[in-house]
């Protein structure tokens, strides 16, 4: 074993400790649960995302970090976008069916948001999608083997709330919309080889759908909010399936357009 890797694992190894010490110990910063609760996850996810860019650099490669942007890409996204700004509760604010509790919380509960979003993404779409995409290299349809497998564990994963004493019902409902929202961010990354614009829209996703419920109260999902997700969801599920036909066209002609890395085409 080289030096840096095992200098990496030990870091990692001490970071992980950290963790588990945030996790098990009571540890109070301003003496309100709420935002003591935010501090604790921001913490933990910054914690996460530096062991999993180690891992990265250590034992994948650092251009799973890479910032590629071109114009064609970012217009790719734009179903993508629309998807995650849907998902902010504005009629319900502005009937007043659902409002802010905590507002000065906003800009912490954003950091965590952002921090959950780093985080989830360089270990599902760039750590756990690469090494499932060299996997499926084999295959003809390396692409789609590798959107649905990555997608799934994705979604598999929010069953774990199970344990945390969630419903079925609400937690089958979030594995499903996890599961599609995963397979929007593996073709935006698939498509753009730039991870950094998946974090963001998961980060925008999550500040959407989970403001209300984190920092506010009422019933924030009304008649407007539903039909503005159906529709650009729709729209949005027809822009990445026709993306995915195509890659599949390509690699059954075994002309895969690929970048660098092996699972982009950083148009």
């Known amino acids: 074993m080289k030096k840096k890797d095992a200098f990496a694992i030990a870091v990692m190894a001490i970071l992980f400790a950290a963790i588990i010490l945030l996790v098990t110990l009571p540890v109070s910063v301003t003496g309100e649960e709420l935002a003591d609760s935010l501090i604790l996850s921001c913490t933990e996810r910054a914690l996460g995302t530096a062991i999993v860019i180690l891992a990265l650099c250590a034992f994948i490669g650092k251009d799973a970090l890479a910032f590629r942007l071109k114009g064609t890409a970012l217009a790719w996204c734009l179903p993508c976008l629309a998807v995650a700004i849907v998902n902010f509760p504005f009629s319900a604010l502005i009937s007043g069916t659902a409002h802010l509790d905590f507002p000065s919380l906003i800009p912490l509960f954003a950091l965590d948001c952002l921090l959950t979003g780093v985080f989830e993404e360089l270990l599902f779409r760039g750590a756990l999608q690469r090494i ?104 949005c599920a027809g822009h990445v399936t026709f993306f995915l036909v195509a890659r599949m066209r390509e690699e059954r002609n075994d002309n895969p357009r690929e970048g660098e890395g092996g699972q982009s085409t950083g148009e």
């Open 132 to 235: 499932i995409f060299d996997f499926a290299e084999k295959y003809r349809f390396k692409s789609l083997i590798t959107v649905a497998v990555t997608s799934l564990l994705f979604g598999g994963c929010h069953l774990l709330n199970l344990f945390g004493g969630a419903g079925v019902g609400a937690t089958l409902l979030q594995a499903g919309y996890s599961f599609l929202i995963g397979a929007m961010l593996s073709c935006t990354l698939l498509k753009t080889g730039n991870i950094w614009i998946c974090a963001a829209l998961h980060a925008i996703f999550n500040f959407g759908g989970l403001l209300v419920p984190t920092l506010g109260s009422g019933v924030f999902q009304d008649a407007c909010f539903w039909t503005l997700t159906a529709i650009f969801g729709l729209l």
